[in-house]
């Protein structure tokens, strides 16, 4: 074929390229670069004919793949050769119907500078309208329910465009050509302000804004529609508020949550490196953990006990102006009763909330899924999940599924996952699975990914333990094969295939319970194995759980116990203790773990550190999980050195190191740092055992996974 001779290609575009504004990309692209042809998208993502010279059509494809808008992730560029049609124009095309959905969904996004910029200018049409948004920003993830991603398939459906919102919708050189949440003030959705019992209490969008941020102001509390769900605000420096949140919300020490008006904000709140400021200030607009500045000026129920905040950035346009007004830093925390999902329909709202907050601030653009804010924190300059939701959820992974499959997961901060070809979605947080509200939206939640993806499970697989509502729903499903999983190899496998690591590895799982192949609690455990299989290469030495699940809520019962297993079967209440019990339930509890009735065995290490928490009197009894390792690791004071001992290989008997702690607390010396030492101890003894199992296996890698060490 001579140089300079038309040629026509299929370029096939698979990856985040939906909702993101890459068709006018595309657009723009080809009428810049004399291409003529068109574009389109389908349920796989983009579809795109191109015709021109040879050297255009190139310059294209590597534009395509090194240029892309800033929300879209381009992971696959295909092309094939089709006939020239001698085509003269560029356009876009309508939708394609049908086929097997593919395409990925784009996440919610942080409301980008350009429309900031419109939501803050009084001459804009947009101006202070709390639902701007662009191709660019914006809800997505939260109100589509099915794709290809058109607006008829999301929450906004209902509202029609007005004239000038068609005109920017259909303009391919606009920025909201296509943005399916695109609206105004004249044709979209509004606010209103209500009383629990739903009666209106100001008029207009700007009418409820100002009564909202004036109810702040007097130190009301304010139920807020977001994104994913509904918030429960509040005044972070007023304490008796604050404290009245707690009271009824029923959340009487977990720390609530933070939305700073600004970076500069954030920074009177927590110590900011580049690592921290630059995740609170990304698109997906995390609650962000850090450590909190002596001076902040937060009530002390914020995050009582805690050395750490956590805080966000405004990341919609209503969060925006109820900051701005307000001139404050705000409590904005899940608008929940203690232990139940978040409420994210009005009706719903109203009816759970209405003993909780004074006032309601309810936009009518519906929300097709709840969605938790995510949290992380920086470890070692990286980001480390806390809770994967909205920001990041459903943004896929790469993992290569043999068949389609659903991992249920299990029963605390339960997420799921489905996967199929070669990737994989991770479900948006769905909390502990405990009661029916959390089981329902469990449900939900799978059957949502499971049309939006075009995913039918043929393989389910679920936690070993039989009680719990993930593996009861998994033997439930009719006509899908199913496969237990042990909990600690799942952490394995699930750490393994995160970094694409095939194994095999020795992996210090830690957590607070799990179902053992032998019938024990594990939590404690030393493995060996790969994606496949595991033998147990150690443990912590295991103890009994006195009353069972008594013993996770009330860690002085597992002091009881390990104090029996380390000094003799009735140890004497130690004064930390005696303080918040009485002797005759300390007594009962130590026959208990003596005779083993209702005490079943536990290699837990969160159990451990329980028991050290309660020794060293900072908590008998909890009201969160993980409560008592949370505050002793608070405790602890980072500039101390040393470490008791944890010998052992196969077994890690924390005996003599508990030995070693109580001469210490008796001796006077102070929490900080013995709670220092004893994270250095479980820090030291892991690595020396891991390191024994790897030497004799001839093994170079290394996982640390599990909850403690989050």
Known sequence: MRVGARQRLRVRVEGTVQGVGFRPFVYRLATELGLAGWVLNDSRGVLIEAEGEREALEAMLERLRTEPPPLAIVERVAEEAVAVTGQLSFTITESAEGGEAEAAVSPDMATCEDCLAELFDPSDRRHRYPFINCTNCGPRFTIVRGVPYDRPLTTMASFEMCELCRAEYEDPLDRRFHAQPNACPVCGPSLRLVDPAGRPLADGTEGALEAA?????????????????????????????????????????KPFALMAPSAEAALELVELDDAVGALLASRERPIVLASRRPDASVAQSVAPRSRELGVMLPYSPLHHLLLADAGVVLVMTSANVSDEPIAYRDEDALERLARIADVFLIGDRPIETRTDDSVVRVVSGRPLFLRRSRGYVPRDLPLRAPRPILACGAELKNTFCLAKGERAWVGHHIGDLKNYETLRSFTEGIEHFETLFAVSPELVAHDLH???????????????ETVGVQHHHAHLAACLAEHRE????????????????????????????????????GRLHAVRMPGGERAIRQPWRMACSWLSETLGEQPPIPPTIAESVSEDDWGKVADLARSGLASPVTTSVGRLFDAVAALCGIRADVNYEGQAAVELEAAADPAVRGAYPLPGVELLDAREMLTALLADLGAGVPVPEVATKFHNSVAEGTAHACAELARADGIELAVLSGGVFQ
């Open 213 to 253: 941020v004036l109810a702040i102001a007097e130190g009301r509390i304010v139920a807020v529609k977001g994104l994913g769900g509904y918030h429960l605000a509040c005044r972070a420096d007023d304490e008796a508020v604050v404290a009245e949140l707690r009271s009824r919300k029923h959340r009487e020490d």
């Open 466 to 480: 039989p009680e719990y509502l993930s593996t009861k729903y998994a033997l439930e499903r009719d006509g899908v």
């Open 502 to 537: 095939a194994g095999p590895a020795v992996g210090a799982i830690f957590d607070g319970t799990g179902y053992g192949p032998d019938g024990t609690v594990w939590g404690g455990e030393l493995l060996v194995g790969d994606r496949r299989d595991f033998r147990r290469g």
